[in-house]
């Protein structure tokens, strides 16, 4: 009997709920939907005009592990549609590859082009916002000069993609952004469509060195890593209250949208997979930590950049699927940079679902990323491993594609990839070798004998 009473009251104040929910107060009035748009600054890139291109007789490093001789290439509307020997098409401009060397167009992971542009004066400096140790809120898009000659450099070299990174100073410095290398008048021309966005963080000397003579944190790596925590802590609470906003909607409440917060829209980012993180961490024990941190807030940590110490956790990188994108003789100019090998991306590369990559963080060294990669053969290869042409290409091609999450689309030559491509005169990992002709999508952005596809920034016109 005593238990009959809450029945009743439960069923009067259901009774009493519903009534004023269906008659006296009716629906609720939800106010319109608070959404963050997460691309408010779109690729607007239109590929170039290109003809249906046949390429004869290359000798063709696939970037897949493979050097297929007297090869032919055919490119429809952009994209490679045939690979073998003896291919026609009647319809396509055909291109005498007879002693060349095809690959995929290169790609650099680290680049400072258009935020450290040429000339390189103080006030074009736009690459580094040393304010603060987060500084996840700043895009390096925003600060990208599209007339840097730089990218034409490069684009001789046979770069076709990059990814445009901030500095290094602070512990998260801000966003990247992956570019096509084609001359234009706006940075939106050149984003790769649907590219993710690239988070950049740094270990090490550089944020503790800035902010520690500043007498604040981080003085130490120790409070390098508080900084990291305290910024996703930071960003996990405003998830949840953007979920929770989200969930109560749909719910048909009334609530109340979380205040924006630039910074943490970013660290969110990370958080859910969509931007990437790309970490300048040189020292074995420090990318090792950078790896628990991500399991501690359940996000990707990503590719390592200067990786020096790579090979002395070569195992924990891949089983972890980091990329770890290296120098191959640069080092030493500062402690953290000292314990370098010359095998260092040989041993990378050995192991098993291992992700090397060469990158250059120069705007000069960007101009010869394939004799960056040809030093380390060589070194590799005269200290007792066997590796090839077709095994190097990966490192500046295919492996970099994957480290910016474009590996569908571009990095090798398979049936159904963008035509970004470079014949060389010779073997590209010949101190002699020069990119010839460059196609990106199919269309032709640089050919060495025509100064017609030689694009020259404006700021360089009446300057030579």
Request: proline content about 5%; hydrophobic content about 40%; glycine content about 8%.
């Amino acid at each position: 009997m005593a238990g009959s009473v809450p029945s009743l009251v439960f069923v009067a104040v259901s009774a009493a709920i519903a009534s004023c929910t269906l008659v006296a107060c009716g629906p609720v009035q939800q106010a319109p939907k608070v959404t963050i748009n997460k691309n408010p600054y779109p690729s607007t890139y239109q590929a170039m005009p290109s003809d249906t291109l046949l390429l004869k007789n290359a000798t063709v490093l696939t970037a897949t592990g493979q050097k297929l001789e007297n090869t032919d290439v055919l490119v429809v509307e952009g994209q490679i549609t045939a690979i073998g020997t003896q291919l026609v098409a009647t319809d396509a401009l055909q291109v005498d590859a007879s002693g060349k060397w095809l690959t995929p167009g290169i790609i650099d992971v680290h680049s400072h082009l258009g935020v450290y542009p040429s000339p390189g004066v103080e006030s074009h400096n736009d690459g580094n916002e040393m304010t603060a140790p987060v500084t996840a809120e700043v895009w390096a898009e925003h600060s990208v000069w599209p007339q840097d000659p730089g990218f034409n450099r490069a684009r001789e070299g046979g770069v076709t993609t990059m990814q445009i990174l901030p500095g290094s100073a602070n512990l998260i410095g801000g966003r990247g952004v992956t570019l096509k290398n084609v001359p234009t008048q706006t940075m939106q021309a050149m984003k790769f469509p649907a590219a993710p966005y690239g988070l950049k963080m740094a270990c090490g000397e550089n944020p503790k060195s800035l902010y520690g003579s500043r007498e604040t944190l981080p003085m130490t790596r120790m409070g390098n890593m508080a900084g990291y925590r305290q910024a996703f802590i930071e960003a996990t609470e405003y998830k949840r209250a953007w979920d929770r906003y989200e969930t109560d909607y749909n719910l048909g409440k009334n609530p109340q949208a979380p205040k924006r917060d630039l910074m943490k829209d970013t660290l969110v980012g990370v958080l859910d997979g969509d931007i990437l993180i790309h970490n300048h961490c040189y020292k074995a024990e420090e990318m090792a930590m950078m790896i628990d941190l991500g399991k501690e807030f359940n996000y990707h940590s990503g590719t390592f950049h200067h990786a020096i110490e790579a090979y002395k956790i070569a195992d924990l990188l891949a089983q972890n699927q980091n990329c770890a994108a290296m120098w191959p003789d640069w080092w030493g100019f500062k402690m953290e940079a000292y314990d370098m090998v010359l095998e260092n991306v040989a041993m990378v590369d050995a192991v098993k679902n291992s992700c090397a990559i060469v990158h250059s963080d120069s705007a000069v060294t960007i101009q010869r990323l394939n004799q960056e990669a040809a030093k380390i053969l060589y070194r590799a290869n005269e200290q007792g491993f066997k590796l090839k042409e077709e095994d190097a290409i990966a490192w500046i091609t295919i492996n970099a594609a994957k480290s910016l999450g474009i590996n569908a689309k571009t990095g090798s030559i398979e049936v159904g990839k963008n035509a970004d491509l470079v014949l060389w005169d010779n073997n590209p990992f010949s101190v002699y070798a020069l990119a010839e002709q460059v196609f990106i999508d199919g269309a032709k952005v640089y050919d060495r004998k025509d100064p017609a596809y030689q694009a020259q920034s404006d700021f360089m016109l009446g300057q030579e």
